[in-house]
């Protein structure tokens, strides 16, 4: 029960909606609370928003098995692998999320979310990440700690507005199915 557009304001100010209901009070700080709020938001019907994309399955069945990728996300891990269900491609990523909670919540544009992800992933070199992500925040912090960047879309996703992030991404593509015109090296021919 807040009013629309409440929690927008919240993630602009505080980083996530999350960090700014425990800010203001309105949620505990407790694991149980946590929890409790990451259900809530994010038992969504997806259908109404992810289909299977098959263009995307043969995209990554192409990526070279030697090179380990993760899912690396500001949701939970319930939640992606709802996601990557939906998508077609959820058997592509066993065992390969780092979510929210394995980052200790902090916000995923944060050095502390990437350092995080470095760690689970068992990564030291951060010149060896490559990232795609659809935030140019995301974009920047990735970059200004050295992983390879791909700024992915055009259009902001909070505010509809023409995005770019050429100073901070290798690349910028307008569909994470172009990855393969930007990073070839990544495939196997």
Known sequence: GFPPGYAYELYKKHGTALKGLQAEGLIDDTDEARDEYLKEVHDLPLSMHLAEDKE??????????????????????????????????????????????????????????????????????????????????????????GWRCVLVGRVGRDCGTTIDSKDSAEYEIDRIHDLPKVFPELFLS
């Open 56 to 145: 995307l399955r043969l995209m990554l069945e192409k990526l070279d098995p030697s090179i380990p990728k993760y899912i690396f996300t500001a949701s939970v891990h319930h939640h992606a692998e709802r996601c990557l269900e939906a998508l077609g491609i959820r058997d592509l990523f066993e065992n390969q999320i780092i979510d929210v909670k394995a980052c200790g919540f902090a916000t995923k544009h944060s050095r502390e979310a990437f350092e995080s992800a470095m760690k689970v992933a068992k990564v030291t070199d951060p010149s060896s990440c490559v990232f795609m992500d659809d935030s140019v925040k995301n974009i920047v912090m990735g970059s200004s700690i």
